[in-house]
């Protein structure tokens, strides 16, 4: 895949640099090469480098995957013609304009709440919702969680997490705000069962029930809690975590029963 290098005014970076620049790891620039987004120039020693035109792919690629795109499909719309880095540019501007709309609106209502409890009233259920619905919980991949992942899960399982990932996102978010409501509890309340229940078939669609899989995203939880770093960028605490896993055996010791 790799090609011979080109002749060009282009500044050619290493992998180890265009890695720190983005913000990823270099597992994560091999991960887009495998899967043909990438194509770095080789130099005369045969080291792989990435000029400007990769580097705008790059960010194109990692745009879309924020936005929620699969690798297969940003493979096609790439595949559709070279990036047009200035409508990207009007796509995230718009995205973040978005998103700083959303924040403002949100800092807006927690200020409206504060007002109310500073001057002795209530938050009625209308504006609790509201409040529970402006930021949902969901796993911030900093650059030392993509470290992490990239010691834990092999490249295959990267890609697989990769492709399976942004289609649970809301369903993880919805179920960790019921396990809030459930931690203080015991784990094996038919509701805590229904919801180990639901939390043990998302994870049998990411890990595509594969023992491997499954093995590696519990270390990528229990490594991840081990760093109180790590630890912030996780939608979890532990104490939650560990209850979620009652939950799930729960649920299997009911199915088991009946």
Same mark, same amino acid.
Request: with cysteine.
């Given at each position: 895949?790799?090609?011979?290098?080109?002749?060009?005014?282009?500044?050619?970076?290493? /992998?180890?640099?265009?890695?720190?620049?983005?913000?990823?790891?270099?597992?994560?620039?091999?991960?887009?090469?495998?899967?043909?987004?990438?194509?770095?120039?080789?130099?005369?020693?045969?080291?792989?480098?990435?000029?400007?035109? #990769?580097?705008?792919?790059?960010?194109?690629?990692?745009?879309?995957? %924020?936005?929620?795109?699969?690798? =297969?499909?940003?493979?096609?719309?790439?595949?559709?013609?070279?990036?047009?880095?200035?409508?990207?540019?009007?796509?995230?501007?718009? =995205?973040?304009?978005?998103?700083?709309?959303?924040? #403002?609106?949100?800092?807006?209502?927690?200020?409206? /709440? %504060? &007002?109310?409890?500073?001057?002795?009233?209530?938050?009625?259920?209308?504006?609790?919702?509201?409040? =529970?619905?402006?930021?949902?919980?969901?796993?911030?991949?900093?650059?030392?969680?993509?470290?992490?992942?990239? &010691?834990?899960?092999?490249?295959?399982?990267? %890609?697989?997490?990769?492709?399976?990932?942004?289609?649970?996102? &809301?369903?993880?978010? #919805?179920?960790?705000?019921?396990?809030?409501?459930?931690?203080?509890?015991?784990?094996?309340?038919?509701? =805590? &069962?229904?919801?180990?229940?639901? /939390?043990?078939?998302?994870?049998?669609?990411?890990?595509?029930?594969?023992?491997?899989?499954?093995?590696?995203?519990?270390?990528?939880?229990?490594?991840?809690?081990?760093?109180?770093?790590? /630890?912030?960028?996780?939608?979890?605490?532990?104490? %939650?975590?560990?209850?979620?896993?009652?939950?799930?055996?729960?649920?299997?010791?009911?199915?088991?029963?009946?």
């Amino acid at each position: 895949m790799t090609r011979l290098k080109r002749p060009s005014a282009q500044f050619p970076d290493g /992998a180890a640099d265009v890695a720190r620049r983005f913000g990823i790891t270099i597992k994560t620039l091999r991960l887009y090469e495998s899967a043909g987004l990438l194509e770095p120039v080789r130099d005369a020693h045969g080291w792989r480098t990435y000029g400007q035109a #990769e580097c705008e792919r790059l960010h194109v690629i990692l745009l879309l995957r %924020r936005f929620g795109l699969t690798i =297969a499909r940003i493979g096609a719309l790439l595949d559709e013609g070279a990036p047009d880095v200035a409508a990207v540019l009007d796509l995230q501007e718009q =995205a973040l304009i978005d998103q700083r709309n959303r924040v #403002e609106d949100s800092l807006i209502l927690i200020a409206h /709440a %504060r &007002r109310k409890l500073c001057a002795g009233g209530t938050i009625d259920a209308a504006a609790l919702a509201e409040l =529970a619905r402006a930021e949902p919980l969901r796993l911030r991949w900093t650059p030392a969680l993509e470290a992490l992942g990239a &010691r834990v899960f092999t490249p295959d399982q990267q %890609r697989h997490l990769a492709e399976v990932a942004p289609s649970t996102e &809301r369903e993880w978010a #919805e179920l960790y705000a019921e396990l809030d409501t459930l931690v203080d509890g015991s784990s094996d309340t038919p509701q =805590a &069962r229904a919801l180990g229940g639901r /939390a043990a078939a998302l994870i049998a669609r990411m890990t595509g029930q594969d023992g491997g899989m499954r093995a590696a995203l519990t270390r990528f939880w229990q490594d991840g809690f081990s760093d109180p770093a790590l /630890a912030a960028s996780l939608p979890l605490d532990r104490r %939650r975590w560990l209850f979620l896993g009652e939950a799930m055996a729960a649920h299997a010791r009911d199915g088991d029963s009946k």
